[in-house]
């Protein structure tokens, strides 16, 4: 079974760090790209990151750009989201999710299956 | 506000075939495939549609996803209890660079 698995998150202030990071088993890792989607409760999805399979190909939002860095450990089966400068608006529910191609890169159609379950990030003082 | 527009809320009864539509522009929709998801309560999003109307294997073939010039739609038809959910557009938008989505639709079944 194909299983995303984030941890990481909880209360940090204003202008501090965070490191979310998401195991993944059950599919070829390093086959496909991996993306980071944040949701704020009862809102829209943002697309924040995105990794290609051999981290060749990296992208984000302009709304983390220069804030935020993801990164990949193929050996470990793990993805990261190393997050710099939180603002409270970057409060949020972070999904780890699998791009549907194999050989993907960090651009593309968002075709992403499956997601994990999140992990709650909230920045506040 | 999202770059790809959906209506807040749609309803049914069961049995009914619903759609939903998704509206954007000449660099995202225009030029870019579709995907649909659905989040139930408490849960994480779900690839219910990609490349405009595939179905990844087992997404009853109930959900059906179409795409004219700059505007999308899926529709469920045989309208189940259980397909009471939101669902999401999302598309690559070439002028951004990156993925877009819409606001999201809660399908409210009678």
């Known amino acids: 079974e194909v299983q995303l698995v984030e941890s990481g998150g909880g209360l940090v202030q204003p202008g501090r760090s965070l490191r979310l990071s998401c195991a993944a088993s059950?599919?070829?890792?390093?086959?496909?790209?991996m993306h980071w989607v944040r949701q704020v409760p009862g809102k829209g999805l943002e697309w924040v990151s995105g990794?290609?399979?051999?981290?060749?190909?990296?992208g984000y939002a302009d709304s983390v750009k220069g804030r935020f860095t993801i990164s990949r450990d193929n050996a470990k089966n793990s993805l990261y989201l190393q997050m710099n400068s939180l603002r409270a608006e970057d409060t949020a529910l972070y999904y780890c999710?699998?791009?549907?191609?194999?050989?993907?890169?960090?651009?593309?159609?968002?075709?992403?299956?499956?997601w994990g379950q999140g992990t709650r990030v909230t920045v506040s003082s | 506000q999202s770059v790809l527009t959906q209506p807040p809320s749609a309803s049914g009864t069961p049995g009914q075939r619903v759609t939903i539509s998704c509206s954007g522009s000449?660099?995202?929709?225009?030029?870019?495939?579709v995907n649909w998801y659905q989040q139930l309560p408490g849960t994480a999003p779900k690839l219910l549609i990609y490349?405009?109307?595939q179905r990844p294997s087992g997404v009853p073939d109930r959900f059906s996803g179409s795409k004219s010039g700059t505007s999308a739609s899926l529709a469920i038809s045989g309208l189940h209890s259980e397909d009471e959910a939101d669902y999401f557009c999302?598309?690559?938008?070439?002028?951004?660079?990156?993925?877009?989505f819409g606001g999201g639709t809660k399908l409210t079944v009678l």
């Open positions: 999302a598309a690559w938008d070439d002028s951004l660079n990156g993925p877009v």
């Open positions: 990794i290609s399979w051999n981290s060749g190909s990296i």
């Open positions: 059950g599919f070829t890792f390093d086959d496909y790209a």
């Open positions: 999710a699998k791009d549907i191609w194999v050989g993907g890169g960090s651009h593309g159609s968002p075709s992403f299956d499956p």
């Open positions: 490349s405009d109307n």
């Open positions: 000449s660099s995202n929709i225009g030029s870019n495939t």
